[in-house]
Every structure is written in structure tokens, then in C-alpha cells.
RNA sequence: UGGGGCAUCGUCUAAUGGCAGGACAACGCUCUUUGGAAGCGUGAAUCGUGGUUCGAAUCCACGUGCCCCAGCCA
């Protein structure tokens, strides 16, 4: 027995007691989107349950669309699920639509209305909200509710036939008006659309209801556990009353099926709405739906962010009742923890700042051996960097009135360059406004390999790439995109975004990379998990994306030594 | 105000009447040619009040707080 992809919670439980008891086939769940919006991390969430599900317990999972309303819905939606859903590494059992099902779903609608149980209501928007009641005000009936069989049947097959305008007329379950859970106060089943859905075209002009459709749905293709997220619970009265009434009858499976609620993810300075989501692509905030400060999994993925790391997030983030708010530190932990044993080490500079080292001939060129990965990860493999007189190094690793515990260059400090040898600084070269252009250190001989033979050891370790080698390359640091941990409670969401959620550098990267796989992660040493911007990205002009920044502990302030 | 849910370290969770544990975060130490990784350690929780019980995070009662529901969205 392999590790179970879903670690146990309330669902797994209910699916042991099921096996041992009415259920006695297989498990069969669905992962049902509706293709308005390209997938999330939340949509990650319910993946990796459901289709964890199924092949935990040897069942299935169909991929399946709910694409009840034309006027949201498009086949690049659809796509976009499709290709995620692969990149993840799920392969549904099988790909289904709700539009598939529309001829079955209008059978089973007439046949509500044969048992007396729906009729067709022709109140408009306005009166039906008023008659449906408040929380202290029962609703009350419409004049239209006591409409014969035939009459329901008739005016039915009119909507259907197209002889009404949108909001004519709608078909509507006859539950119970006095029902303190509103949703049983005679939900509306069908309503008349007239739009192009992107699938069925001009067939239909009405379309049912998520209340109406998703029972069928479930029903129709043997679903055994409808997981779905907390606000749908008032909803499961509906569902289950649907089940009861059509099971077994106008072709459908006499098996029920039963709906379980789950918490949806929610994190910290993130908007998980694809409502959100779409108007942060539309306004141009992002973008683009891909863009790397996404929580979309197409944003994670230009990112750089590999599949494995958005399951195990999912896995780490649990399954639940309670609503809850997952912090991005754990989204990033994962990440890192991810890329560690994967990432080679390499060396780039983003703020570049000139190092000369004075004694050192201008054509001196000595080859030292950097491994590519630390003594913890447990792989092979090296580069020969060609150490010149003059280096890029990072201007923060310079300071030239440094704060307690900088342990970086100073001057008359020692650093060592990683890899290679020990320095100490002498000058530093500034212009006119005070800006240092470059500075200018000397070689410690005998150090490669060993400490200084003044016994006086150097005060930290400082990447560096080779000016006369260095590929000139632009990097994109990403952030939050949000700047308040809960931009759901702002306002407009807009106003609370991060102004430096996306920054660009221009520096350099060591030589070896050159002719890397496009998709090659890297870590650059002492900065973080960059790979090439997949689209973005050329052999002569590379651009990097950051993935994660490295944890840092360094925090410059008075306690510190 | 009616109904439906949910409450355990800062965060996400485990404990299914029997020692409140883990991960992330924080802080400290060790190690370190990455201020990374790893290792060690510290601080940190059962929403409140009663009750049942030898024993309660768990069962009961009464509170409190938060979430969802009055779309012809899903």
C-alpha cells in the first residue's frame, strides 16, 4: 500500500463508514468548475481532494463543467482548466459538461411538473424577491403558483421553443414558501436566456439553475460524494429534495448520491474570487491572467512554481470545516522546501556594483571549481567560474557605514567571495553626488580553499559573476500582490493593492548558463529561486523571474552584533 | 430578527472520554565558503460559564464570537 495522496479528515471518514456499509461499488467524485475564470489555488484545493480521493480509494473522478450560464462561460475558460488540471497531474476519468445533459435535464423538468412539483411562474424579478419573504416574513405564493399540469407543461415547452423574452417567465420547484432555509422557498429551476452558450450555440434559450443542474449532474454520472465548498450548505436541502423525487425515474440511476461541504482556501493578502480575479486582468492591474502575482495556478506556474509544490501546499492546508485563512508563508515554506533539492546553485548579480581587485593583473583569469549544489543535498556536478580582476557584486554588499551585524564588505573588511578568495576592501571610487562606482580591494593570497594565514577570518561570503563573462540579464522580483492581509474586507480591492508588488532589475548572471534548458530553476546564491520568464524570456535577452526569495534571518537593528 | 454552520498555539491542523502533538511563523543556539539548508532549543492554544464523569478539547446545558442564506450567479 502506497502513501495516500489525502491525509485522513471528516471526508475520508465518512467514505470508510460508506465502504462499509450502503456503498458498495466504487468511489466516484467530480471536480465541477465553472469555466468563467481561469483556476486558482482554491480550485487546487478541491482538486487534489477530489481526484485524491479517487485514486486513493481505487475510484473515479470526472473533470466536469458546469456550464449552466451562457453568458459567463467561454472555451477559453474550459482550456484553461483542461491544461491545469495536466500541469497538476491529474487525468480525469472522464471530460463532461453540463451542456451534455441539457435534453435530459428538460426531461426531468417536465416530469417535475407531471408529479405537480414545479410550475412555471410569470411574476417578474422584483415581485418574486418581495413574495419570497424575509427572515422574519413567511413567503408567499404567486398567483401563478396553482397553474394545472397542463398549463405548466405547455407554458414550459413555449420558453423552451423561445416564444418569450428573458425574464418572461420561469420555471420554479414547489417547495415550501414557509421554509425558514430560503433556499427551499420555491427555488428557481429555469430561466430564459436568450445568448449564445459557447457549446450548445443558439439551441436552447433556457437554461437551468446550478440548484437544478448539479443534483442531475451528479446523478447522471454516479457521483457517490458531491464535494463542494461551505456556502452551498442551505443548498443541500434543495439537492437532496431533487434527488429524492428524480432518482430512479426519466432514465436516471435509482443510486443517490450525497453532498459534503468543505471550508475553501482562503490566504492572506490574496483574492480568491475569480470575479476578483477577472477584474484585476480586466482593469490591467495584472498582467494578465498568467501574471506571476497570481494565485492563479497559470500565475504560479509562469512564476516558476512546480506542480509538486501546489500539491503538497494542498496537502499541508487540510480539509475542513472551519473557514480559516492559510498565511503565504506556508505557500512559500512549500515552495523552497520544493525547489531546495532541485534548484543548482548558480550566481547572479541584480543591482550590480563594480569590484576591482587591485592586485590582480588586468588579464588574470583564474578558473575556480563551484559545485552546484550545497554538502546537505546529495547531488553531483560543477562549473569552472573564470575569476577576472574586475566582478559584479551586489551594491547592498557593500556598505560603507554599516549597520550592527553587516556582514558583508566594509572597508578595511574581509569578505570572501564565494567560492574563490578571501578580499579586503580598500577604496571605494564615488561620483560626485557621493554614489560609489566602483570599489577596489586586494586579494588575499593562499585563500582558496583555506583561511587567511593572519589567522583574521572574513566577516561573511558575497556572490559575484565575472564582468568580462557575465550575460547581461533582467530580473523580475515579484511580491504580495496585496498589501492588507484581508483585501476582501477592502472596499475596492484596487486600493489595496501592493505598489511594489513587481519590481525589474538589470544585472548579470555567471556564463554557465548559457544553453540551460528553457525551463532550468535555479537558485541563485544568497537571492532566492529564479527561473526564465517563460514567455518573455530569450537566448539574448534573459529575464528571470524570481520564485520564492530565500528565507533570510538577517535583520539589521540595534540588538544585533 | 429566522435558519444553517464553525470555534485547539500568531496561522494551518492532530488528539474520536485517558500525557494537548506536528507543521508554518517568531525567537535563541549549533553548524556553515549561501544571513540558505540541516540540527537542537524556547515561547505559544482547547471561546466563556456551569454540569456529567475517577478522568472532558472531546459528552450535556446556557452564553459569546465568526461565517453562510432573502440572484432569474455558481
Given at each position: 500500500?502506497?502513501?495516500?495522496?489525502?491525509?485522513?479528515?471528516?471526508?475520508?471518514?465518512?467514505?470508510?463508514?460508506?465502504?462499509?456499509?450502503?456503498?458498495?461499488?466504487?468511489?466516484?467524485?467530480?471536480?465541477?468548475?465553472?469555466?468563467?475564470?481561469?483556476?486558482?489555488?482554491?480550485?487546487?484545493?478541491?482538486?487534489?481532494?477530489n481526484?485524491?480521493?479517487?485514486?486513493?480509494?481505487?475510484?473515479?473522478?470526472?473533470?466536469?463543467?458546469?456550464?449552466?450560464?451562457?453568458?459567463?462561460?467561454?472555451?477559453?475558460?474550459?482550456?484553461?482548466?483542461?491544461?491545469?488540471?495536466?500541469?497538476?497531474?491529474?487525468?480525469?476519468?472522464?471530460?463532461?459538461?453540463?451542456?451534455?445533459?441539457?435534453?435530459?435535464?428538460?426531461l426531468?423538468a417536465?416530469?417535475?411538473?407531471?408529479?405537480?412539483?414545479?410550475?412555471?411562474?410569470?411574476?417578474?424579478?422584483?415581485?418574486?424577491?418581495?413574495?419570497?419573504?424575509?427572515?422574519?416574513v413567511?413567503?408567499?405564493?404567486?398567483?401563478?403558483?396553482?397553474?394545472?399540469?397542463?398549463?405548466?407543461?405547455?407554458?414550459?415547452?413555449?420558453?423552451?421553443?423561445?416564444?418569450?423574452?428573458?425574464?418572461?417567465?420561469?420555471?420554479?420547484?414547489?417547495?415550501?414558501?414557509?421554509?425558514?432555509?430560503?433556499?427551499?422557498?420555491?427555488?428557481?429551476?429555469?430561466?430564459?436566456?436568450?445568448?449564445?452558450?459557447?457549446?450548445?450555440?443558439?439551441?436552447?434559450?433556457?437554461?437551468?439553475?446550478?440548484?437544478?443542474?448539479?443534483?442531475?449532474?451528479?446523478?447522471?454520472?454516479?457521483?457517490?460524494?458531491?464535494?463542494?465548498?461551505?456556502?452551498?450548505?442551505?443548498?443541500?436541502?434543495v439537492?437532496?429534495?431533487?434527488?429524492?423525487?428524480?432518482?430512479?425515474?426519466?432514465?436516471?440511476?435509482?443510486?443517490r448520491?450525497?453532498?459534503?461541504?468543505?471550508?475553501?482556501?482562503?490566504?492572506?493578502?490574496?483574492?480568491?474570487?475569480?470575479?476578483k480575479?477577472?477584474?484585476?486582468?480586466?482593469?490591467?492591474?495584472?498582467?494578465?491572467?498568467?501574471?506571476?502575482?497570481?494565485?492563479?495556478?497559470?500565475?504560479?506556474?509562469?512564476?516558476?512554481v512546480?506542480?509538486e509544490?501546489?500539491?503538497?501546499f494542498?496537502?499541508?492546508?487540510?480539509?475542513?470545516?472551519?473557514?480559516?485563512?492559510?498565511?503565504?508563508?506556508?505557500?512559500?515554506?512549500?515552495?523552497?522546501?520544493?525547489?531546495?533539492?532541485?534548484?543548482?546553485?548558480?550566481?547572479a548579480?541584480?543591482r550590480?556594483?563594480?569590484?576591482?581587485?587591485?592586485?590582480?593583473?588586468?588579464?588574470?583569469?583564474?578558473?575556480?571549481?563551484?559545485?552546484?549544489?550545497?554538502?546537505?543535498?546529495?547531488?553531483q556536478?560543477s562549473?569552472?567560474?573564470p575569476?577576472?580582476?574586475?566582478?559584479?557584486?551586489?551594491?547592498?554588499?557593500?556598505?560603507?557605514?554599516?549597520?550592527?551585524?553587516f556582514r558583508?564588505?566594509?572597508l578595511?573588511?574581509r569578505?570572501?567571495?564565494?567560492?574563490?578568495?578571501?578580499?579586503?576592501?580598500e577604496?571605494?571610487?564615488?561620483?560626485?553626488?557621493?554614489?560609489?562606482?566602483?570599489?577596489?580591494?586586494?586579494?588575499?593570497?593562499?585563500?582558496?580553499?583555506?583561511?587567511?594565514?593572519?589567522?583574521?577570518?572574513?566577516?561573511?561570503?558575497?556572490?559575484?559573476?565575472?564582468?568580462?563573462?557575465?550575460?547581461?540579464?533582467?530580473?523580475?522580483?515579484?511580491?504580495?500582490?496585496?498589501?492588507?492581509?484581508?483585501?476582501?474586507?477592502?472596499?475596492?480591492?484596487?486600493?489595496?493593492?501592493?505598489?511594489?508588488?513587481?519590481?525589474?532589475?538589470?544585472?548579470?548572471?555567471?556564463?554557465?548558463?548559457?544553453?540551460?534548458?528553457?525551463?532550468?530553476?535555479?537558485?541563485?546564491?544568497?537571492?532566492?529561486?529564479?527561473?526564465?520568464?517563460?514567455?518573455?524570456?530569450?537566448?539574448?535577452?534573459?529575464?528571470?523571474?524570481r520564485?520564492?526569495?530565500?528565507?533570510?534571518?538577517?535583520?539589521p537593528?540595534?540588538?544585533?552584533?
Amino acid at each position: 500500500m502506497t502513501a495516500r495522496l489525502v491525509r485522513p479528515n471528516f471526508i475520508t471518514e465518512i467514505i470508510d463508514r460508506d465502504l462499509g456499509g450502503e456503498l458498495s461499488g466504487v468511489v466516484r467524485t467530480r471536480f465541477p468548475p465553472e469555466p468563467n475564470g481561469y483556476p486558482h489555488i482554491g480550485h487546487a484545493k478541491s482538486i487534489c481532494l477530489n481526484f485524491g480521493l479517487a485514486l486513493d480509494y481505487r475510484g473515479e473522478c470526472n473533470l466536469r463543467f458546469d456550464d449552466t450560464n451562457p453568458e459567463t462561460e467561454s472555451q477559453e475558460y474550459v482550456e484553461a482548466f483542461l491544461r491545469d488540471l495536466d500541469w497538476l497531474g491529474f487525468a480525469p476519468s472522464r471530460v463532461r459538461f453540463a451542456s451534455d445533459y441539457f435534453d435530459q435535464m428538460y426531461l426531468c423538468a417536465a416530469e417535475l411538473i407531471r408529479q405537480g412539483a414545479a410550475y412555471v411562474d410569470s411574476v417578474g424579478e422584483e415581485e418574486m424577491r418581495r413574495l419570497r419573504g424575509t427572515v422574519t416574513v413567511l413567503g408567499s405564493p404567486s398567483p401563478f403558483r396553482d397553474r394545472s399540469v397542463a398549463e405548466n407543461l405547455a407554458l414550459f415547452a413555449d420558453m423552451a421553443a423561445g416564444r418569450f423574452g428573458d425574464g418572461e417567465h420561469v420555471l420554479r420547484a414547489k417547495i415550501d414558501l414557509g421554509s425558514p432555509n430560503f433556499k427551499l422557498r420555491d427555488p428557481v429551476l429555469y430561466r430564459i436566456v436568450h445568448a449564445t452558450h459557447y457549446r450548445t450555440g443558439d439551441r436552447w434559450c433556457i437554461y437551468p439553475m446550478y440548484d437544478f443542474a448539479h443534483p442531475l449532474e451528479d446523478l447522471i454520472e454516479g457521483v457517490t460524494h458531491s464535494l463542494c465548498t461551505l456556502e452551498f450548505e442551505n443548498n443541500r436541502a434543495v439537492y437532496d429534495w431533487l434527488v429524492e423525487r428524480l432518482r430512479g425515474r426519466c432514465g436516471l440511476p435509482e443510486r443517490r448520491p450525497r453532498q459534503y461541504e468543505f471550508a475553501r482556501l482562503s490566504m492572506d493578502y490574496t483574492v480568491m474570487s475569480k470575479r476578483k480575479l477577472l477584474r484585476l486582468v480586466q482593469e490591467g492591474e495584472v498582467q494578465g491572467w498568467d501574471d506571476p502575482r497570481m494565485p492563479t495556478l497559470s500565475g504560479l506556474r509562469r512564476r516558476g512554481v512546480r506542480p509538486e509544490a501546489v500539491r503538497s501546499f494542498a496537502d499541508r492546508v487540510g480539509v475542513d470545516r472551519a473557514n480559516s485563512r492559510v498565511e503565504l508563508s506556508l505557500l512559500d515554506a512549500v515552495i523552497r522546501d520544493d525547489l531546495n533539492a532541485e534548484a543548482p546553485r548558480v550566481m547572479a548579480v541584480l543591482r550590480p556594483v563594480k569590484l576591482v581587485l587591485s592586485n590582480l593583473p588586468a588579464s588574470s583569469e583564474v578558473p575556480v571549481q563551484a559545485p552546484y549544489w550545497p554538502r546537505d543535498v546529495p547531488r553531483q556536478g560543477s562549473r569552472t567560474l573564470p575569476l577576472g580582476r574586475e566582478l559584479w557584486i551586489e551594491a547592498d554588499d557593500f556598505s560603507e557605514d554599516p549597520p550592527k551585524g553587516f556582514r558583508r564588505l566594509r572597508l578595511g573588511g574581509r569578505v570572501r567571495l564565494r567560492y574563490a578568495y578571501v578580499i579586503e576592501a580598500e577604496r571605494a571610487v564615488k561620483d560626485a553626488s557621493g554614489r560609489v562606482l566602483e570599489i577596489h580591494a586586494r586579494v588575499l593570497p593562499e585563500t582558496l580553499g583555506s583561511d587567511p594565514a593572519d589567522g583574521v577570518r572574513p566577516q561573511g561570503v558575497i556572490h559575484w559573476v565575472p564582468v568580462r563573462e557575465a550575460l547581461p540579464a533582467e530580473f523580475r522580483l515579484y511580491d504580495r500582490l496585496f498589501a492588507v492581509p484581508d483585501p476582501d474586507a477592502a472596499d475596492d480591492p484596487a486600493t489595496a493593492l501592493n505598489p511594489s508588488s513587481r519590481a525589474v532589475a538589470q544585472g548579470y548572471i555567471e556564463p554557465s548558463v548559457q544553453g540551460d534548458a528553457p525551463d532550468q530553476r535555479y537558485q541563485f546564491e544568497r537571492l532566492g529561486y529564479f527561473w526564465p520568464d517563460p514567455e518573455d524570456s530569450r537566448p539574448d535577452r534573459r529575464i528571470y523571474n524570481r520564485i520564492v526569495p530565500l528565507k533570510d534571518s538577517y535583520r539589521p537593528g540595534p540588538g544585533r552584533i
